[in-house]
């Protein structure tokens, strides 16, 4: 074949394979953001941008103009709204983080921070969703949730194992084997005081006969002094707390 005409053949391949790769065979249709979670990606945002100013702290705030609740930011203040649940063009929160005007963009330039792309996107796909506000699960009653249904199955002790054994069907696995009475003991006394069991300790639990005898254990260990030290611990990790001469001399502690 001429080298001319593989040239040509070559070139034609490739413009073929270009347009199969490229070419929709279906109009394309851009697919729906995901659903904005308020707590996990627009609170930090705000809390760290915006709340100094724009909060519920009356002294240190700039304006009356709100965004730390629903009811603060979708307020009409003379005809401005800080934020119009799915209208960018009437929210004035986006309209300041979107400004070329470096007298109105916010935040403002003497605050020293400064919104990224990702974050105005993601203010501005919000407020289009709707700008659903969450409050935090802490502050939120508790709601009561249906119990699985688990009948035929075993080892379903406590409404605990039945939402267990929901998520793992769900995910289509399988429950791992009981483990033997000597592995239980040792995680029930590392979690509850953070050090392992006695001997003496296993030896009681391995022969206790009564039904009862992992629930019996579990309590021994929740009564004891350890388990009251051990969730101390935890605080007073959070505190940094030492008793040792270097505390006076490495990191801040508060």
């Known amino acids: 074949m ?3 005409t593989l040239i040509r053949l070559r070139f034609v391949i490739h413009c073929l394979t270009l347009f199969a790769i ?3 065979i279906s109009p394309v249709r851009a697919d729906e953001p995901a659903a904005i979670e308020y707590e996990k990606q627009i609170l930090p945002i705000l809390a760290d941008n915006c709340f100094a100013c724009h909060g519920r702290d009356e002294e240190a705030r700039a304006t009356d103009l709100r965004i730390d609740s629903a009811e603060e930011a979708y307020k009409d203040h003379g005809g401005v709204i800080a934020i119009s649940p799915g209208s960018l063009e009437n929210s004035e929160l986006w309209l300041r983080v979107t400004s070329d005007d470096p007298d109105l963009r916010m935040p403002p330039a003497d605050s020293n921070k400064t919104l990224s792309a990702e974050q105005i996107e993601l203010l501005g796909q919000w407020i289009q969703q709707g700008a659903p506000y969450a409050q935090h699960w802490a502050f939120s009653a508790p709601v009561a949730r249906e119990i699985p249904a688990t009948s035929g199955l075993e080892n379903i002790q406590n409404p605990i194992d039945a939402f267990i054994r929901q998520q793992l069907t769900d995910t289509g696995l399988s ?5 033997d009475r000597r592995t239980l003991i040792r995680r029930v006394a590392f979690v509850t005081t953070g050090l392992p069991p006695t001997p003496d300790e296993v030896t009681q639990f391995v022969n206790d006969t009564h039904p009862d005898a992992y629930g019996r254990m579990v309590d021994r260990y929740l009564s004891s002094p350890h388990y009251g030290e051990e969730m101390a611990r935890h605080w007073l990790d959070v505190a940094r707390y030492a008793d040792t001469h270097g505390m006076h001399l490495d990191n ?3």
Do not use: I, L
């Open 2 to 4: 001429p080298e001319f």
């Open 22 to 24: 490229f070419s929709p």
């Open 175 to 179: 429950p791992s084997a009981e483990a």
């Open 252 to 254: 801040e502690r508060h």
